[in-house]
């Protein structure tokens, strides 16, 4: 009988198939947040390592409860750090995320550390969720781990050190930081602008040629008109604490229209 899929294999499968992904980041440590994203619908969620006040422990306990209801949890790192990496693979991490990419080194130093030998340098172990705690014979997980998990590097510059299409390489998905993007650019949140969309442009380029998904982080839904023509297939729509927000402010505008 052939192995179950794994989160990262049906994520390949739906990004080679053309379908786009739709997904949030998670900034709050609470596990009703993951309960929500997988009941709603959400297709992956971005456990948020950078820009929210996670510890490393609450990263692994919300990795480890999406695992549990089946969605695909990627986590987004600031840098590379091959024990933390291999920690949160471990816990189930169908990915890793990486922020601010801007030289092979970087790309590379990801791969590896996400990867066993002889493609990469990640140190082997059994005891952990991911192996079944040593249930899973080792030939076995190695060959369940083969693909290794899916990997995204944040485009956010107006520059990079190494040309992009050499850049992805290796990559399942060129993201375009939107938000750093635009401040590096000298365009505050302006992603209409003509040296932002030209940049995003050039990064769509370069995905396509790299044969890399493209993704990109929206504030909201209606966003995502300022990225038209861009064959997005890794869309991530703000946050759990902004759609909190978004909640909290329309409803309490609604209750005090009804009051008026």
């Known amino acids: 009988m052939p192995a179950a899929p794994t989160p990262e294999s049906r994520l390949r499968e739906r990004l080679r198939s053309g379908a786009p992904l739709v997904g949030t980041f998670v900034k709050l440590a609470a596990l009703e947040t993951i309960d929500i994203a997988s009941s709603a619908g959400l297709d992956l969620v971005v456990v948020d390592g950078e820009h929210a006040q996670l510890d490393q422990a609450e990263c692994l306990a919300l990795v480890r409860h999406a695992g ?15 024990g933390y990496i291999n920690r949160l693979l471990e816990a189930g991490a169908a990915g890793i995320q990486l922020s601010s990419l801007r030289a092979r080194g970087e790309r590379d130093a990801l791969v590896a550390a996400s990867r066993y030998p002889p493609d990469g340098t990640r140190s082997v172990s059994l005891a952990h969720p991911a192996a079944d705690y040593g249930a899973v014979p080792l030939a076995a997980y190695l060959e369940k781990s083969k693909g290794g998990p899916l990997l995204a590097g944040q485009i956010e510059t107006a520059t990079t050190a190494d040309p992009l299409d050499e850049l992805l390489r290796g990559l399942d998905v060129a993201f375009i930081g939107t938000t ?4 590096d650019l000298g365009r505050p949140g302006l992603l209409d ?5 030209a940049r995003v442009t050039e990064i769509a380029a370069a995905a396509e040629r790299a044969s890399v998904a493209l993704g990109a982080w929206v504030a909201n839904a209606e966003a995502l008109s300022a ?10 729509v703000g946050s759990d604490l902004q759609l909190l927000r978004a909640g909290v402010t329309s409803n309490l505008a609604a209750a005090r229209r009804a009051l008026a």
Request: glycine share 6%.
């Open 227 to 236: 990225l038209r023509g861009t064959h997005l297939r890794y869309v991530i």
């Open 193 to 197: 602008d003509e040296r932002v969309r």
């Open 68 to 82: 549990a209801l089946g969605l695909p949890a990627v986590v987004r790192i600031p840098a590379v750090d091959a």
């Open 180 to 183: 750093d993007l635009s401040v």
